[in-house]
């Protein structure tokens, strides 16, 4: 059995001072690893009949499209600011470190559809509640939330009350 968490590389003071950086990459080169997560992140999911997979800017997309493949939906890029070319809506979150804004494309998500939001870690959670709001705007409805890595220390957990979170490593 592949240990994942053992393919987590931990980085000091990045990208500040104070901050430890959990790098995927170690784990996403590795190909067994790799397939390995993406079955973990899928195997809750696979009867709930979603329509979307959301995923988060930029490494929540290395997990997010892969899985709307692995569950027959369609895949909604919510992107940082700036980046989506057409008439979007957009959220404001807090990091924890720092501030960002996040934005969708008005048509990505239709009225009563289920979404799978997906991001490669759950810290505070800021940015997964960002991505709901937006959502929810939207007129979807948020199935569950799923996450690679889940840094419990931060209490992410808690700010999503009420919904089902799945992840497959925690910290």
């Not at 499209?65 to 895949?75: K, N, R, S, T």
Request: aromatic share 8%.
């Amino acid at each position: 059995m592949i240990d994942l968490k053992e393919r987590i590389r931990s980085i000091p003071d990045f990208p500040k001072k104070g901050i430890l950086f959990r790098d995927i990459t170690t784990l996403i080169k590795d190909e067994e690893a790799f397939k390995r997560a993406l079955e973990l992140l899928a195997e809750p999911f696979r009867d709930k009949a979603i329509d979307k997979v959301a995923a988060i800017e930029a490494r929540g997309f290395i997990f997010g499209a892969p899985l709307a493949y692995m569950l027959g939906a369609g895949f909604v890029p919510i992107r940082k600011s700036g980046k989506l070319p057409w008439d979007k809506i957009f959220e404001t979150c807090t990091l924890e470190y720092g501030e960002e804004r996040l934005e969708i494309h008005i048509d990505a998500v239709s009225k009563g559809e289920k979404v799978l939001i997906v991001d490669d870690l759950l810290a505070t959670g800021g940015t997964v509640l960002a991505s709901k709001r937006l959502i929810e705007r939207l007129g979807g409805e948020v199935v569950a939330f799923a996450f690679l890595i889940e840094l419990r220390d931060l209490n992410g957990r808690k700010a999503l009350e009420g919904y089902e979170v799945h992840s497959v490593i925690q910290f």
